[in-house]
C-alpha cells in the first residue's frame, strides 16, 4: 500500500523532536508541504535541515490561542492550503498522586494537553477545513485509557484528548475527519524519565518485547492521514506494543 500526501499541507505541533518530528518528516517523504511549530526556534530549524521535501516552521506556544491562530494564518499563507492538522505537542511539569497536584502546573497541563487541542483545531476549521475538507490526528496516550501511579494529571488530559476527538469527529463530519493515536511507551526525551535504565525490564512485560520508536508513531500518522483512511473517522488507533491487553495494565507512556 503505497501512502501518499501529495498535494497536502500539513501543520505539526510539538515538531521540532520526538514524535511531531518524526510524523512531520514522514509527511514530507510522502509528497506534503510540512509546517512545525513548537516554541524555540533554533530548534525548530536544527529539525527541518533534517528533513526532506517543502518544510517551514512557526514559533508558537501550544497552550496559547493568538499563537495557534497565528501559526496557522501562516501555514496557509506560506502553503495556500491547511489539510491534515496533527495535535501532537504536549507537556506534563508535574509527576505524583493527582490528589496532590497544585494549581499552576495542574492548568498548565490542561492549557497545553487538552484546550491546545481545542485551539488548534478551532483555527484550523474556521481558516480552511470548514470550506476545503481535511484531516485532524490528535496524539493521546495509553495513560488516557487506564490508570497508573505518578502520571494521573498527564492522563487525565489525555482522557479528554481521546473524548474530544470523538466529538469533534461526530460535530465535523462529513467535512474533516478526526482521529486519534494513543501510543504507548515510546523512547523519547520526554519519557525518558519512565524508561532510561529500565529498558530491558519494562521490555520483557510487553506481548511485543520491545519498547516503542518514534516511526511506529510515525507510521501510524500516515496511514490515517492518507486516503487509505478516508473511512475512519471518531477513532483511537493504540500503537503500544501490547501495554493495554496485559493483565495489570503495563506500563504507558
Known amino acids: 500500500m503505497e501512502l501518499s500526501l501529495a498535494g497536502r499541507t500539513a501543520l505539526v505541533t510539538g515538531g521540532s523532536r520526538g514524535i511531531g518530528k518524526e510524523i512531520a518528516a514522514a509527511f514530507a517523504s510522502a509528497g506534503a508541504k510540512v509546517m512545525i511549530s513548537s516554541r524555540k526556534a533554533d530548534a525548530l530549524a536544527e529539525a527541518i535541515a533534517t528533513m526532506d521535501g517543502e518544510v517551514d516552521f512557526c514559533v508558537a506556544n501550544a497552550g496559547d490561542p493568538n499563537g495557534a491562530e497565528q501559526c496557522v494564518a501562516r501555514t496557509v499563507e506560506r502553503f495556500g492550503s491547511l489539510d491534515i492538522l496533527v495535535n501532537n505537542a504536549a507537556t506534563n511539569p508535574y509527576m505524583g498522586a493527582l490528589i496532590d497536584v ?65 466529538q469533534l469527529a461526530y460535530e465535523l463530519a462529513p467535512t474533516v475527519r478526526v482521529n486519534a493515536i494513543a501510543p504507548g511507551l515510546i523512547k523519547t526525551r520526554f519519557a525518558q524519565a519512565l524508561w532510561e535504565g529500565a529498558e530491558s525490564t519494562i521490555a520483557e512485560r510487553l506481548p511485543l518485547r520491545r519498547l516503542g520508536e518514534v516511526n511506529d508513531v510515525a507510521g501510524a500518522a500516515l496511514f490515517l492521514a492518507s486516503e487509505s483512511a478516508s473511512w475512519i473517522t471518531g477513532a483511537v488507533l493504540v500503537v503500544d506494543g501490547g501495554t493495554l491487553v496485559m493483565p495489570s495494565g503495563g506500563v504507558v507512556s
Open 102 to 166: 497544585d494549581p499552576p502546573r495542574a492548568e498548565k497541563t490542561v492549557q497545553v494537553n487538552q484546550m491546545g487541542v481545542l485551539w488548534w483545531s478551532q483555527c484550523a476549521w474556521r481558516s480552511w477545513m470548514n470550506q476545503h475538507g481535511g484531516c485532524i490526528l490528535n496524539i493521546a496516550s495509553v495513560g488516557g485509557m487506564s490508570v497508573e501511579p505518578g502520571l494521573g494529571i498527564y492522563n487525565v488530559t489525555k482522557a479528554a484528548v481521546i473524548q474530544m476527538t470523538k
